[in-house]
């Protein structure tokens, strides 16, 4: 039987299970991703990071996440409380309805009961992760525009702009994977995988992908639309409580999607890997084993989130959005049109692998040439170079003028004072209160 | 066929998680389109246009389209109302519609447009109840294929290739437009580069080459509101924004001066003491 067709079978206490499951499964992991990313940026800065609560320090996010809701909710006088209420809302609930295509594991039996560790696996299942990761962005946004602040409110025009692009990038880098395997469906296209992982046949693709990722769930080093130190705290500077901790979750909860779908589409799902798929004729990729695979890959993902907020510094808004649209969007184009064309050719004529191969080499040969012909630019000139008297050092020349105060200030007093004339009498009246 | 006749085929067909789904979107779609109109603000007015896009995007998914609801949800709800709200929030939370008349004829011309789309799409809708026969999607080989997706792709790359290349490039061409009617180049708009700033500004071309002072931080308080003091520890007037408390300010004004009691008097020649008009 097909996926879709055990997945049919379910009867309703199954899919029961499976849903608050996959609900526990986001808020477990949001709780583990917390310490863990608080104690592993610790030690990349060398400091303790947490260590009060439980042994080491382990159970500090079962404290916050107690701690938090019970806190002062605290809704500012110019919020539009309908919308303020409504946005960490819209931004929580598609993040967890992402889960339900993401596909676990192949065919188990739970309580006599064959099935496969999914909740459902439609025929555009990818489209159903994009779909939710575009609807999140409201509530980021909605929380921006409702705080009736400044701050939020271009931490939330800056998440919309981000996110808008970054899914562009994003939905063309799956553009390949689904060539690939013919299908949009995520069981498909991790059975597909079986001859293959993605990630190595599409590098392109997946270096993309990875790079949109990490924008598109608005983290370190992209994680412009809440950078502390220009925007407070971004869009959820205004939010407290349970509000705020609703949109923590968010966050949390879209990284780990974002990790399972990279896993799913180029990393085999969950597939063995390599050495261990060789044992007993690929004995642990049955029964309940895949799992392990499965959530392996997915916190290596998470690990290299952490990672790369520990190590690198927050891009510039307009670089951002050039590495964006300049970079990412066209070489996903030219990748797709080459991908597109080495199909064409695979599947209309019989070349064989080897002469495909030789012509391929060629064409990359003389690419390699052509770019070596290009002429190098040259580097921009330097402006007026400052005078250097000897050591290298950049210390004022000897015969340095100091520029004539005399000469200046006539301007200078001149400018103000037509500048008085014209505001003189509202200058006297100020000056009177 | 007559119409009577299929839609009581059409009736018997419809399950009961069809109809359940029918009855709760279909007055959300409605309610939202309603609320659409009606809401005072933009931005809610926006909502409500989403509220009604997703529903009819979760109708599509009920009546065997799921590529086409999902793709109503993310290119309608996801990325076009996403750039209306971004343009709404740019435009500012209270600005109401302008009731000037600014093209001449506008609204005539709109009534008689208005009325004329009504009249088509009440025409096509007739005439899909009427003259069409629904054959179903419902299935692996509905329309003889291979699944819905495929035969969408299959049909947008061979029969309708011409329409949907044309479709992409009026998009592009009103992209273009839209960028080149909108974009000033910063030269011609006069602005001039950071340098070309400071030296102006040293040249004495503005009121002070420094930026203004920041605020006070003292062990007291780190608040951006607290004033710096100059070294004769009187307060710097330029320290304060005008802008960070403008709101509370401006609104705690009255109560403000009420306690600090420099609030006018009760008018002599007031029936209620108190509130001064504003």
Known sequence: MTRAQLLADDPIWLILIKAVVLLLLGAVATMAMIILERKIVARMQHRPGPNRVGPNGWFQSIADAIKLPFKEQIIP????????????????????????????????SIFGERTVLQLVDLPVGVLVVLACSSMGVYGIVLAGWSSGSPYPLLGGLRSAAQVISYEIAMGLSIVAV???????????????????????????????????????????PFDLPEAESELVGGFHTEYSSMKFAL????????????????????????????PISLIDENYFNTGWWPLLWFFGKTWIFLFVFIWLRGTL???????????????????NLVWIVLVVALRAIRNESEISTSTFLIVGGIALLVLIGVVFLLPERAPAPDGPVVPVTGGGYPVPPLDLKVPDKADLKPRVRRRREKAAVGAGADVQKEAGQ | MSALLLAQEAATHVTTGEAIAFWVLGPLALAGGLGMLFARNAVHSALFLVLTMLSLGVIYMVQQGPFLGFVQIIVYTGAIMMLFLFVLMLVGRDSSDSVVEVLRGQRLWATVFG?????????????????????????????????NVYNIGKALFTDYVFPFELTSALLITAAVGAMVLGYVDRHTRGRKTQKELVEARFRGEHDRPS???????????????????????????????????????????????????TLPGPDARALAPGKEES
Request: proline share 7%.
């Open chain 1, 77 to 108: 006088d110019t919020a539009d409380r309908k919308v303020y209420f409504l946005a960490p809302i819209m931004s929580t609930i598609p993040a967890f309805l992402a889960f339900s295509v993401i596909p676990f594991g192949p065919e188990v």
């Open chain 1, 178 to 220: 689904i060539l690939y395997s013919g299908s949009l469906s995520t069981g498909d296209i991790v059975d597909k995988q079986a001859s293959g992982w993605y990630f190595y046949l599409l590098i392109p693709s997946f270096v993309i992908y990875f790079i949109s990722m990490i924008g598109e769930t608005n983290r370190a």
């Open chain 1, 247 to 274: 949109f923590f979750l968010a966050e949390y909860v879209n990284m780990v999607i974002v990790s399972a779908f990279c896993t799913t589409l180029f990393f085999g799902g969950y597939m063995a890997p390599w």
């Open chain 1, 313 to 331: 510094p927050r891009m510039r808004y307009d670089q951002f959005m050039r590495l964006g649209w300049k970079v990412l969007v066209p070489a």
């Open chain 2, 115 to 147: 009325v004329g789309l009504a009249v088509l799409i009440v025409a096509a809708v007739a005439r899909a109840f009427t003259d069409v026969r629904p054959v179903g999607l419902a299935g692996e080989t509905a329309n003889g294929g291979q699944g």
């Open chain 2, 211 to 261: 930026p203004l002072p920041g605020p006070g931080v003292f062990a007291t308080s780190n608040s951006v509101a607290t004033p710096a003091l100059l070294p004769d520890g009187s307060v710097a007037e330029e320290s304060l924004s005008r802008l960070i408390d403008a709101t509370a300010s401006a609104k705690l004004d009255e109560e403000r001066k009420a306690v600090a009691g």
